[in-house]
């Protein structure tokens, strides 16, 4: 049966950032496909853990801030989530950050700050999931990406360069990994509805420039990447790796 392919019993799903936004309505997806989850996140994800848990599924936060945390601390910390949860199966890697600047005042810490975030901290993560993965011959990885993975943006070149960056890694890692039994894709978001871009959405002639780019004139939410981060989790994916999935509403086809 085709959709017994979409199913996650029995897999653990290590998540980044899932207290709210896009990571909360992936995790609760992963989970009612019937995953357990341990999210990775610098504030609590309350609202998560009871969604989850409301499913009958383990909820597992481990607190770190991808700000500060060194190569080192990541990796012990992907190695006590294996030695707890005995298989590390999915490794979502969501969490972001996205400071703007204008392009010629654009400071270093800024600079800095998004690369780690958004390329350094999962590309330290995948490569410990990876090492564990290998013993086991199977494994999905799969990075969240964004539009600004194909296009330059305005006031955002530390978030341009590291959503390129996250498509470099997603191929460079499948190149090596996918023989030895892992998936390694990447998902491109669109504009999706969160606390990350509520102030564009608020902001009336913002809004109207970016709803009548979109072919489906209208925002997605985060429910919007509910299937397709369950399907590149499961077995249904099985012959995809290195590529990335748009899901934009046709905006990057315009
Ligand atoms: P959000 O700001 O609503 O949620 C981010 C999550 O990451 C939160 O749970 C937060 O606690 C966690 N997080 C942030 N910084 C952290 C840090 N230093 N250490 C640990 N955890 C941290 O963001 P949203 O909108 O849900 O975005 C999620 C991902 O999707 C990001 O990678 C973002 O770049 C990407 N994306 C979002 C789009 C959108 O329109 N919302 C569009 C394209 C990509």
């Given at each position: 049966m085709i959709l017994d392919k979409f199913k996650l019993d029995g897999k653990i799903a290590i998540c980044t950032g899932t207290r709210r936004g896009i990571g909360r309505a992936m995790t609760n997806a992963l989970a009612e496909a019937g995953a357990d989850i341990v999210s990775f996140d610098r504030n609590d994800p309350v609202d998560t853990r009871q969604d989850v848990e409301a499913m009958d599924r383990r909820f597992v936060w481990k607190k770190i801030d991808f700000s500060t945390a060194s190569a080192e601390q990541l990796r012990a910390l992907v190695n006590e989530t294996a030695?707890?949860?005995?298989?590390?199966?999915?490794?979502v890697n969501n969490a972001g950050i996205c400071p703007r600047e204008e392009i010629l005042d654009y400071s270093i810490e800024i600079w800095e700050q998004s690369l780690r975030v958004n390329l350094s901290t999962p590309w330290f993560l995948a490569q410990a999931v990876g090492r564990i993965m290998v013993k086991r011959g199977c494994g999905k990885i799969i990075n969240i990406g964004s539009l600004l993975s194909h296009?330059?943006?305005?006031?955002?070149?530390?978030?341009?360069?590291?959503?390129?960056?996250?498509?470099?890694?997603?191929?460079?890692?499948?190149n090596e990994l996918a023989s030895k039994g892992?998936?390694?894709?990447?998902?491109?978001?669109?504009?999706?509805?969160?606390?990350?871009?509520?102030?564009?959405?608020?902001?009336e002639d913002r809004n109207t420039q970016v709803e009548s780019r979109i072919p489906m004139n209208r925002w997605g939410s985060p429910e919007d990447l509910q299937g397709v981060v369950v399907f590149l989790a499961s077995e249904a994916s099985g012959y995809m790796s290195g590529t990335d999935v748009a899901v934009d509403g046709g905006w990057l086809g315009r």
């Amino acid at each position: 049966m085709i959709l017994d392919k979409f199913k996650l019993d029995g897999k653990i799903a290590i998540c980044t950032g899932t207290r709210r936004g896009i990571g909360r309505a992936m995790t609760n997806a992963l989970a009612e496909a019937g995953a357990d989850i341990v999210s990775f996140d610098r504030n609590d994800p309350v609202d998560t853990r009871q969604d989850v848990e409301a499913m009958d599924r383990r909820f597992v936060w481990k607190k770190i801030d991808f700000s500060t945390a060194s190569a080192e601390q990541l990796r012990a910390l992907v190695n006590e989530t294996a030695a707890e949860m005995g298989q590390i199966d999915i490794l979502v890697n969501n969490a972001g950050i996205c400071p703007r600047e204008e392009i010629l005042d654009y400071s270093i810490e800024i600079w800095e700050q998004s690369l780690r975030v958004n390329l350094s901290t999962p590309w330290f993560l995948a490569q410990a999931v990876g090492r564990i993965m290998v013993k086991r011959g199977c494994g999905k990885i799969i990075n969240i990406g964004s539009l600004l993975s194909h296009q330059g943006g305005l006031t955002v070149p530390g978030y341009s360069a590291s959503k390129h960056g996250i498509l470099g890694i997603t191929k460079s890692l499948s190149n090596e990994l996918a023989s030895k039994g892992i998936n390694v894709n990447a998902i491109v978001p669109g504009y999706i509805l969160t606390d990350f871009t509520r102030a564009i959405n608020q902001n009336e002639d913002r809004n109207t420039q970016v709803e009548s780019r979109i072919p489906m004139n209208r925002w997605g939410s985060p429910e919007d990447l509910q299937g397709v981060v369950v399907f590149l989790a499961s077995e249904a994916s099985g012959y995809m790796s290195g590529t990335d999935v748009a899901v934009d509403g046709g905006w990057l086809g315009r």
